[in-house]
């Protein structure tokens, strides 16, 4: 069928979606009540809150967002759709939880249908499950398993995540981190683009501590050591290597002990304690799910207790411009945002080539991405 036109009303209901979504404009700051010192006096924890059951999880700049999804979906049918009643669900905007996953936005397969964004950088990191990516620009992906999408939606794109079910025998779980990383003002306006970071392809470091006890570190971005990240989209705040902008994952074996290195002063450093496992940073104990900020120019060592743990990394030279974020749309000033939407109700950011607003690939597709240019690319 024919997409036309946006109409006001269904442009409103897209907005609301990705306001609630990205938990409004104060999701894009510091928590209010955290105490960052000025300067490293011994204690490198500088200050923590928890990390709610769902919805985003605070971050400071240059992070925008962050939020982990879990979702312990059942069997697929053959719309790769859950194999389950979706009987008491608010279908378009289900993020009830109900018996362990949630269809988000999603009517027939779970996931975010068309939507817009403009002005920042989404990353995608997943740990199992599959994602379809289909966009405004007639690029389309699947990737999961270990992927990691990096998609820059500058001047504006219209995309949509899908989560086919594709394993009709078996459960298919899906657990992922999706992050905003904002672009500073000169580059808010650069053509979109993503890039796809192959599981095989992510440099990953496994440290062994004299008890051999094993910590592996995945660098989507940022170097440890001698190693070094792929190399992330030429607008993108994390290509400088001095904004030392890090995304890792932190896999700890029971009893295992790290030192996280230090980095330069004057960088927002966050540790994201994901499974909430008991385990000490700097010999002082934590056993909650937490955002725990860390002074940048501390050694920091981290001990895990008796299961295995999980932390994400987030940190970055601050951007420092004003955010004007509403919904999808994070620009730097009012105009720009009021600029986005009329941009969106014009021309969709270069409308919609696909017959629905939900589309995946075909079953037997593969991992893959085919991008606007017509160049393909596969893992190894």
Known sequence: ???????????????????????????????????????????PILGMVPLPQSGPWPTQ?????????????????????PAASLQGRQIGQDFSGLDGWNMYHGDTVPGFPRHPHRGFETVTVVKQGIID????????????????????????????????LLEADKNNPMDFFQ?????????????????????????????????????????????????????????????????????WTIDLEPGAAWTLPATDPGINRNLYLVEGQA??????????????????????LIENGAQPNRILLLQ??????????HGPFVMNTREEIIEAIHDYQRDQFGGWPWANKDP?????????????????????
């Open 316 to 325: 970055g030279k601050p951007i420092a411009e004003p955010v004007v974020q």
């Open 179 to 247: 992050i905003w990383l904002n672009l500073p003002a000169k580059h808010k306006r650069v053509a979109p683009h993503f890039s796809m970071f192959w599981k095989d392809d992510i440099p990953k470091v496994k440290h062994t501590d004299p008890n051999g006890k094993s910590t592996h570190v995945q660098m989507i971005s940022g170097g440890y050591n001698s190693t070094e990240a792929l190399k992330p989209p030429p607008n993108s705040w994390a290509f400088a290597p001095e904004n030392r902008v890090a995304i």
């Open 1 to 43: 069928m024919t997409q036309d036109e946006l109409t006001r009303r269904e442009l409103l209901k897209i907005l609301a979606a990705g306001a609630a979504t990205a938990g409004g404009i104060s999701a894009c700051k510091s928590i209010q009540g955290e105490k960052v010192k000025p300067e490293f006096k011994g204690n």
């Open 133 to 164: 990516h289909s966009d405004s620009l007639g690029a389309t992906a699947r990737y999961g398993h270990g992927d990691v999408q990096w998609l820059t939606a500058g001047n504006g794109i219209n995309h949509a995540e899908m989560f086919p």
């Open 61 to 81: 700049d240059p992070f925008l967002f962050c939020v982990h999804h879990n979702d312990q979906y059942p069997e697929g049918n053959a719309a790769c759709g």
């Open 279 to 300: 385990l000490s940073l700097a010999e002082q104990p934590f056993g909650e799910r937490l955002k725990i900020a860390v002074h940048p120019e501390a050694n920091l």
């Open 360 to 380: 995946i690939h075909k079953r037997d597709a593969g991992r893959f991405a085919h991008h606007a240019d017509d160049t393909k690319d596969v893992p190894t």
